[in-house]
């Protein structure tokens, strides 16, 4: 039932992100960006130094795969080893989750990034959702209520220091000239709704 349930919300999320994707493409330029986008990047453009792209370098990091798979996987083992298995696979189940999402969404929707000249780092796929967005937001979201069963952490506390990071990974995405906003955005919005259909799933399992 859990499982199908799950399924289902993937389905949700998926559709509707593909959907905005999609109706994003009646604004677009032929580079993918709209005035909105446009108008962000410029002012990150704009407002580059060193020291911000060193910052922004390594926020992109913290939101990358090679940071938070090895993360996840501690974790879960943590939790595995403590016998507190439903922490585990809501982590697990949220971290993978986001990555399906955001790879078959950038698959079907295939928004370009923007132009090449504006990179400071290098980026594969498409650009629509973010990844980066989706999965440092879903990530550490999940961490954030695992923390609040396992050890007892406040929940709101956990979850703005998650947010807070999510959005020091997204903004470091646009900065880095390898996203627009509103892929970003996307990410972001994603993430949240999926990290709340699965937690609401969790929580009313338990009960």
Known sequence: ???AAVALSFAAVLGATIGAGELLELAE???GSTAFDRSVTSWFVDHRASWLTTVARALSTIGSQKVL????????IVLVARRTLRP??????????AIELYTLAKHVVDRPR??????LTSAASTAFPSGHAMQSLSTFAALALVAAVVVSTPRRPALAVAAV???????????????W????????LAAACWVALVAGLAHTRKT
């Not at 585990?88 to 989750?97: H, K, N, Q």
Request: hydrophobic letters at 65%; a neutral charge; charged letters at 10%.
């Open 1 to 3: 039932m859990f499982a």
């Open 181 to 188: 906003a509103t892929d970003v955005l996307a990410g972001w």
């Open 29 to 31: 330029r032929p580079d």
């Open 165 to 179: 990071i999510a959005a020091g990974v997204g903004c470091s995405r646009v900065y880095l000239g390898v996203h």
């Open 69 to 76: 798979i090895p993360l996840v996987a501690v974790v879960a």
């Open 88 to 97: 585990a696979v809501l982590l697990v189940v949220i971290w993978a989750g």
């Open 114 to 119: 923007p132009p090449m000249h504006l990179w």
